[in-house]
């Protein structure tokens, strides 16, 4: 084994050169490094930082273009480029005259730094709050009609607002509130505002799950944002009820009407299911209605056969005998039409309008509101508004306070949680109280 090594040193203008020579010869290997120099003074350069304007020293990633103002560039999670701006280095400068107030580039870049490691999407990934309900809706496949038509209401109202251009990150919690809060004052019902928030509600809960956002700013409780301005549904008293039928089976126009809406006031049937009906779920030998569907019609004017609202809407509601000729008399006096009407495998429905097609949803309503309108201009004593879905309401009522067990009425109504049954539904007053007690103390 031979080493060879040389060392000197030589001046080269004002900085010294030391060269060192080596060589290494083994018997399997000759490594040779020559030239290997550096200098033994720094130059002044090399030593310089670079500053912005107020000689402040700059890190890496950061720099100052000629208007002044700062710039960040990092690489995002895709390996791309992204910058950001701002007017202030750190939180004690001032933005120029004229210039917007935003945070200082060193805050950002601590923002940034946080969702990096975190591996939260910086800025939201670009995405507005319009944009963002798009996406959650284009997931929701296979829904109902319904749930379809107000999905497309909510994005109308959403691309009507300033705020559906918002970039969702920065949507905090007092943004969001003070939005429902203006949605109310352009004069959005309690129930609009409640569906809107239903939709973004969860779909920035999709954002923070897709880790583009921290929080999600839609989590508070409505009632203590906007003000609840909705009529509830109310059922009608005993009396009232009386009266609404008499009345309807006395009008020359309306009693053609009058065995339908018994059965609505005396079955507690959802209009959907009712107008769903056809001659084969009435079983008489039973005394039994079969509701396995519901009717309804979209408003390109399709008819469609839906599943019922729930698992549990698929029952069995028992006719009373005052129900069961109700539905005799409606068979009975039924339109022939040249061509069946066919929907979704079914025919023989009960009602079918002028034009040969069942009759839906929208039909009944009208009915009830001209009855109304009629009754109310013809007596001092006013009907309040009666509905399909107050039908519904004051069975409902009717039954808990005949001391209808409660499980019973749950199937009879087709809930899928008593709750509903019990708290929804069921209206009882003072006097129900007082009665109820009496019987429980006399017993």
Same mark, same amino acid.
Request: proline share 2%; with cysteine.
């Given at each position: 084994?031979?080493?060879?090594?040389?060392?000197?040193?030589?001046?080269?203008?004002?900085?010294?050169?030391?060269?060192?020579?080596?060589?290494?010869?083994?018997?399997?290997?000759?490594?040779?490094?020559?030239?290997?120099?550096?200098?033994?003074?720094?130059?002044?350069?090399?030593?310089?930082?670079?500053?912005?304007?107020?000689?402040?020293?700059?890190?890496?990633?950061?720099?100052?273009?000629?208007?002044?103002?700062?710039?960040?560039?990092?690489?995002?999670?895709?390996?791309?480029?992204?910058?950001?701006?701002?007017?202030?280095?750190?939180?004690?400068?001032?933005?120029?005259?004229?210039?917007?107030?935003?945070?200082?580039?060193?805050?950002?870049?601590?923002?940034?730094?946080?969702?990096?490691?975190?591996?939260?999407?910086?800025?939201?990934?670009?995405?507005?709050?319009?944009?963002?309900?798009?996406?959650?809706?284009?997931?929701?496949?296979?829904?109902?009609?319904?749930?379809?038509?107000?999905?497309?209401?909510?994005?109308?109202?959403?691309?009507?607002?300033?705020?559906?251009?918002?970039?969702?990150?920065?949507?905090?919690?007092?943004? #969001?509130?003070?939005?429902?809060?203006?949605?109310?004052?352009?004069?959005?019902?309690?129930?609009?505002?409640?569906?809107?928030?239903?939709?973004?509600?969860?779909?920035?809960?999709? #954002?923070?799950?897709?880790?583009?956002?921290?929080?999600?700013?839609?989590?508070?409780?409505?009632?203590?944002?906007?003000?609840?301005?909705?009529?509830?549904?109310? #059922?009608?008293?005993?009396?009232?009820?009386? #009266?609404?039928?008499?009345?309807?089976?006395?009008?020359?126009?309306?009693?053609?009407?009058?065995?339908?809406?018994?059965?609505?006031?005396?079955?507690?049937?959802?209009?959907?299911?009712?107008?769903?009906?056809?001659?084969?779920?009435?079983?008489?030998?039973?005394?039994?209605?079969?509701?396995?569907?519901?009717?309804?019609?979209?408003?390109?004017?399709?008819?469609?056969?839906?599943?019922?609202?729930?698992?549990?809407?698929?029952?069995?509601?028992?006719?009373?005998?005052?129900?069961?000729?109700?539905?005799?008399?409606?068979?009975?006096?039924?339109?022939?039409?040249?061509?069946?009407?066919?929907?979704?495998?079914?025919?023989?429905?009960?009602?079918?309008?002028?034009?040969?097609?069942?009759?839906?949803?929208?039909?009944?309503?009208?009915?009830?509101?001209?009855?109304?309108?009629?009754?109310?201009?013809?007596?001092?004593?006013?009907?309040?508004?009666?509905?399909?879905?107050?039908?519904?309401?004051?069975?409902?009522?009717?039954?808990?306070?005949?001391?209808?067990?409660?499980?019973?009425?749950?199937?009879?109504?087709?809930?899928?949680?008593?709750?509903?049954?019990?708290?929804?539904?069921?209206?009882?007053?003072?006097?129900?109280?007082?009665?109820?007690?009496?019987?429980?103390?006399?017993?």
């Amino acid at each position: 084994m031979k080493i060879l090594q040389r060392c000197e040193s030589v001046a080269h203008g004002k900085n010294r050169i030391k060269i060192i020579e080596m060589s290494l010869d083994f018997d399997i290997m000759n490594l040779s490094y020559r030239g290997s120099f550096y200098r033994t003074e720094r130059s002044d350069t090399m030593s310089e930082k670079r500053r912005d304007k107020k000689n402040r020293v700059l890190r890496n990633g950061e720099s100052q273009i000629k208007t002044g103002r700062y710039m960040y560039k990092y690489t995002d999670r895709n390996g791309k480029s992204k910058y950001l701006y701002s007017w202030k280095l750190v939180q004690t400068d001032e933005v120029p005259q004229g210039a917007r107030e935003d945070i200082s580039l060193r805050e950002k870049e601590k923002q940034i730094q946080r969702d990096l490691d975190d591996e939260i999407t910086p800025c939201g990934g670009g995405m507005t709050v319009l944009q963002l309900v798009k996406r959650y809706i284009s997931q929701k496949t296979g829904v109902r009609h319904n749930t379809e038509a107000n999905y497309n209401f909510v994005v109308n109202i959403i691309t009507k607002e300033d705020f559906g251009q918002k970039r969702i990150d920065k949507v905090k919690l007092s943004d #969001a509130k003070e939005w429902l809060i203006k949605l109310q004052q352009d004069g959005r019902g309690y129930s609009t505002i409640h569906t809107v928030r239903g939709v973004v509600r969860p779909a920035f809960q999709m #954002a923070v799950d897709d880790d583009l956002i921290r929080k999600n700013p839609f989590e508070f409780q409505l009632a203590t944002v906007v003000v609840n301005d909705s009529v509830t549904r109310e #059922a009608i008293t005993r009396k009232q009820e009386k #009266a609404f039928l008499e009345f309807v089976k006395k009008d020359r126009h309306f009693c053609r009407y009058y065995d339908g809406i018994y059965i609505l006031f005396y079955t507690g049937l959802r209009i959907s299911e009712f107008v769903g009906l056809t001659v084969s779920d009435i079983d008489f030998e039973n005394e039994r209605i079969e509701v396995t569907h519901q009717l309804q019609r979209t408003r390109k004017m399709e008819y469609l056969i839906e599943a019922t609202k729930t698992e549990s809407g698929t029952r069995y509601v028992p006719m009373t005998d005052e129900v069961k000729e109700c539905f005799k008399r409606i068979i009975k006096n039924r339109k022939k039409p040249k061509i069946e009407p066919i929907i979704g495998g079914m025919s023989g429905f009960l009602y079918l309008d002028k034009n040969g097609m069942p009759m839906v949803a929208l039909h009944w309503e009208k009915y009830f509101q001209h009855i109304c309108e009629k009754y109310n201009k013809i007596y001092r004593e006013q009907m309040p508004k009666v509905t399909p879905h107050v039908c519904r309401h004051t069975f409902c009522s009717n039954m808990a306070n005949s001391g209808m067990n409660p499980k019973t009425l749950q199937r009879i109504m087709g809930h899928s949680d008593i709750g509903v049954t019990l708290n929804v539904y069921t209206h009882v007053d003072f006097e129900d109280v007082k009665s109820e007690l009496k019987a429980v103390v006399n017993r």
